[in-house]
């Protein structure tokens, strides 16, 4: 009642609505009938007295009316189904998983930091990703069970002991919230390390560690080269900026394309670029497809606007993808069939093909296996929210909706092999 008076109805959503002749007259509200009773009591406050609301409540209900103005509605945004079996079917869509219905595409936590520029977590991710020794693969499966559940991981960071204990803060930056830290990098890193190691192990969850007193053991118990010195370094660095160098293997940032700027070089009065919002950039670091489909491919994925289309434009992407793959295997003639247990011919699937032709791009010497590494490890993946796995599960998957960044990796992750077969433009 309170967001009605004051913004009004969301002009992007309708009551859905069935014509049920044989009740009476008039129509059916079947989804909006949380708004439809804010209206009712906005515009007609009567209705409130002999219910068996308290009189606190109907105290604060009547005083959202006082604000509000029944001239300011005189229309209402309806979809009027043919039965209410049809309407289901989209309030299932509408409803199914999430957010109590606020939402027709559930966010998750980091998504939610995302949009309210909130770097807490993902910076803390991305730093500990970038500089760890992890294996990629050991690395996927660690990304992926933080990015699916970040409350364990949060806790840990919100906790004092954990904040005093890698010297973390945060800081404000033009309305953007950084994560800092003042202990040495390479220690804060051993640290996390081993708490993202126990979350994915299972070890560490949010019942082990619920209270603060739990997260408190469980840092005293750490090993003493993880017990941080009586004094923190003098000047936090941003976890994005920080980078540890000490000759190890440290395999993403030897896959870095392109390093962080430092904090003391940025332009404080800029700020933060914002990420594409399509699918695909306007302009391509490989050669137009031949063919038409192809090139229609490219033009879409280039207008998709991954906040408004996510399905459509995992779709996109896995089309252009097959497009691809089997372009060359027909240019190369590659076999796209393989023989069963059964003895049966049968197509490859998808991710085979990827296999095959990245094998025969790297054995022909039309790339290098540096360059594709990362193409395989994510459009072959089984965990991978990137993967084609992934892509063919959004399409099957009742409920399943991509993230935008997931997306927009997916493709620049891709682009290796896109130049590979199609060439330099």
Excluded at 83 to 92: G, T, V, Y
Excluded at 109 to 114: G, W
Excluded at 235 to 256: S, T
Aim: charged share 30%; hydrophobic share 35%.
């Amino acid at each position: 009642m309170r967001s009605i008076a004051e913004h009004g109805l969301d002009p992007g959503d309708s009551f859905y609505i069935i014509d049920e002749a044989e009740v009476g007259e008039g129509y059916t509200v079947v989804d909006g009938n949380r708004r439809l009773a804010a209206l009712k009591v906005l515009c007609e406050p009567s209705v409130l007295q002999g219910t068996e609301l308290g009189a606190t409540v109907v105290k604060k209900l009547s005083k959202a009316v006082e604000k509000f103005d029944p001239a300011s509605l005189d229309s209402i945004s309806c979809v009027l189904f043919d039965s209410r079996a049809s309407a289901d079917e989209w309030i299932l869509r509408r409803h199914g998983r999430g957010m109590e219905g606020e939402a027709r595409i559930p966010w998750g936590t980091l998504e939610i930091q995302r949009f309210q520029k909130d770097r807490t977590i993902l910076d803390v991710i991305e730093f500990v990703g970038k500089n760890s020794a992890f294996s990629n693969e050991a690395w996927s499966g660690i990304r992926a069970e933080l990015e699916a559940k970040p409350s364990v991981l949060r806790r840990f960071l919100d906790s004092k002991k954990g904040r005093d204990w890698i010297g973390m803060s945060v800081r404000d930056e033009q309305g953007l919230k950084l994560p800092v830290f003042s202990r040495p990098p390479d220690f804060v890193l051993n640290v996390l390390s081993k708490i993202f190691e126990d979350i994915h192990a299972k070890r560490i969850d949010t019942r082990s560690h619920n209270k603060s007193s739990e997260i408190e053991a469980y840092f005293d118990s750490l090993p003493p080269e993880l017990h941080p010195s009586a004094k923190h370094g003098k000047v936090p660095v941003a976890f994005r900026d920080a980078e540890v160098r000490d000759g190890a293997d440290r395999p993403r940032q030897r896959e870095a394309v392109a390093s962080l700027v430092s904090q003391a070089d940025r332009d404080k009065t800029t700020k933060p670029k914002a990420p594409r919002p399509t699918l695909a950039p306007s302009r391509h670091k490989f050669a137009q497809p031949a063919t038409s489909k192809g090139q229609a491919l490219v033009r879409e994925a280039s207008r998709l606007r991954l906040a408004d289309t996510p399905l459509s434009a995992a779709f996109v992407l896995r089309a252009f993808l097959q497009h691809s793959l089997e372009k060359y295997m027909t240019e190369q003639g590659m076999s796209m069939w393989e023989t069963n247990s059964k003895g049966n011919s049968v197509q490859l699937q998808l991710s085979a093909k990827a296999e095959r032709v990245i094998k025969h791009l790297i054995d022909s010497n039309k790339s290098t296996g540096s360059d594709l590494r990362g193409v395989r490890r994510t459009l072959t993946s089984k965990t991978d929210p990137a993967s084609i796995q992934a892509l063919n599960d959004y399409h099957h998957d009742r409920y399943d909706v991509p993230a935008a960044d997931v997306l927009r990796n997916a493709w620049d992750t891709a682009e290796p092999l896109f130049i590979a077969i199609y060439g330099a433009p």
